[in-house]
């Protein structure tokens, strides 16, 4: 049934209703029930999503299982947080990269054109919320260490460039930048090829005044990705 309104009026199908006649009528109550459909069939696919993941949780190898559930776009997030919690073997194997140490990938020679196939990971093994974007796009074609070249090692930094001082309360506002460091690492020695800093926006000034239920912190917005995936293309090209 489409149901749409027209000025004042209420179109069913091909008549026109006005308010008072479209309720008499009942079509209020339909419309109340089509939108009431609509937002129990969003629960119901919520609530199956989550039992889903936790059989795969529950699943002789829940690993490799998250891995696969990977590529379904309506579990894709819940399935890296569920990853990050188990442990997702290739970023548990080369986050001691970060640390400068050798994980016996294959030897990335930058003056040779790519691919040079390359993952993106926080320094402590987890993932980033690129991570796995990057990974389908610019990673070994498999899911083996020894075919990775560089570790890029991501640091999310929250930066305090001012502290504003309130002269009545004890008030104060901390601006904060937003920057990803990135270090990349060869695999197979360890060493550092390079070094970078993206800043996010610089957050706006300090009001002239503040009251209690302003937030104490200024944020800046997050660094756009968009010149992230530049960086990343670049290596691995």
């Not at 796995?132 to 610019?138: G, V």
């Not at 929250?158 to 060869?186: H, M, N, P």
């Not at 550092?192 to 610089?202: D, I, L, M, Q």
């Amino acid at each position: 049934m489409c149901i749409r309104k027209e000025g004042g009026l209420y179109r069913v199908g091909s008549k026109l209703y006005t308010h008072d006649e479209f309720y008499r009528n009942g079509c209020g109550v339909v419309l109340g029930l089509l939108f009431l459909t609509s937002f129990a069939v969003v629960i119901i696919a919520t609530i199956s999503e989550a039992i889903s993941l936790n059989r795969i949780r529950a699943s002789d190898d829940p690993a490799t299982n998250l891995i696969l559930a990977l590529d379904k776009d309506h579990y894709w997030e819940d399935a890296r947080r569920a990853l990050d919690e188990i442990g997702d073997p290739l970023l548990l194997a080369l986050a001691p990269a970060c640390e400068g140490h050798a994980v016996g990938g294959t030897v990335y020679q930058d003056h040779q054109p790519g691919p040079h196939p390359l993952v993106f990971l926080l320094p402590d093994g987890k993932s980033h919320h690129l991570t796995y974007y990057y990974l389908k796009q610019w990673g070994p074609d498999s899911r083996r260490v020894e075919d990775v070249q560089l570790v890029v090692c991501a640091a999310e930094i929250e930066d305090e460039i001012e502290v504003c001082e309130y002269a009545y309360g004890g008030a104060s506002r901390t601006r904060i930048q937003q920057k990803i460091a990135l270090s990349v690492v060869e695999a197979a020695t360890g060493r550092t090829y390079a070094n970078h800093v993206f800043e996010g926006p610089v957050p706006k000034k300090c009001p002239t005044s503040v009251s209690n239920l302003d937030h104490k912190e200024i944020r800046g917005d997050e660094v756009d990705s968009s010149r992230i995936t530049k960086y990343i293309i670049e290596l691995f090209e």
